[in-house]
């Protein structure tokens, strides 16, 4: 059964930079059919999607979150990472990473990480 | 960019109802929807991907249907563990998922 836990800082200053990890365990982040997420929900609102990558390392983000994403990918530690910068209060969420299942060019996030609540205060 | 939005935004229901939820998304975009659902404290649940496709191991009193660009998610009969948020989510064009519809007791 594949899992996937997030680990990081759970409060992070203003303007600095919020960096979470996403490790996987029960199967290998290096099938050619799927690519990897991250997705945060701010306190009682909705999901927002913010960035996926894929083993080889390809990446596409939200266009809203204005370049400040960074998402990498370490085959060896079977683990992939999101880096936010600039952060400010707007930022506190709850981030999740999640496995998107690219099978027949249907993407869908089929397995989740339980979540990570990250605060943005001085 | 494309935006969803569902309705109701919230519902109250009894155990054995039929429920309804609709999703619109603003353009087209194909049968590219999945549908999940989310319990306060935990992690969405994927129930259908593909706008009608039951993900492995879902009940199948959950079902989805779509016409254009409008998007449905019925639960045949409501039970107590299907109280919760319900999320629509498109993969046509990035991703961006709906406001959610919260179900709850009547």
């Known amino acids: 059964q594949l899992q996937l836990q997030e680990s990081g800082p759970g409060l992070v200053k203003p303007s600095e930079t919020l960096s979470l990890t996403c490790t996987v365990s029960?199967?290998?982040?290096?099938?050619?059919?799927?690519?990897w997420g991250w997705i945060r929900q701010p306190p009682g609102k909705g999901l927002e999607w913010i960035g996926t990558?894929?083993?080889?390392?390809?990446?596409y983000d939200n266009p809203s979150l204005k370049s400040r994403v960074t998402i990498s990918v370490d085959t060896s530690k079977n683990q992939f990472s999101l880096k936010l910068s600039s952060v400010t209060a707007a930022d506190t969420a709850v981030y999740y990473c999640?496995?998107?299942?690219?099978?027949?060019?249907?993407?869908?996030?089929?397995?989740w990480g339980r979540g990570t609540l990250v605060t943005v205060s001085s | 960019d494309i935006q969803m939005t569902q309705s109701p935004s919230s519902l109250s229901a009894s155990v054995g109802d039929r429920v309804t939820i609709t999703c619109r998304a603003s353009?087209?975009?194909?049968?590219?929807l999945n549908w999940y659902q989310q319990k306060p404290g935990k992690a969405p649940k994927l129930l259908i991907y593909?706008?009608?496709t039951l993900q492995s191991g879902v009940p199948s009193r959950f079902s989805g249907s779509e016409s254009g660009t409008d998007f449905t998610l019925t639960i045949s009969s409501l039970q107590p563990e299907d109280f919760a948020t319900y999320y629509c989510?498109?993969?046509?064009?990035?991703?961006?998922f709906g406001p959610g519809t919260k179900v709850d007791i009547k």
């Open positions: 029960g199967g290998s982040i290096s099938s050619s059919s799927n690519y």
């Open positions: 593909s706008g009608s």
């Open positions: 989510h498109q993969s046509y064009s990035f991703f961006t």
């Open positions: 353009q087209t975009i194909s049968s590219f």
């Open positions: 999640a496995r998107l299942n690219s099978t027949s060019s249907l993407d869908y996030f089929d397995y």
């Open positions: 990558i894929n083993y080889s390392g390809n990446t």
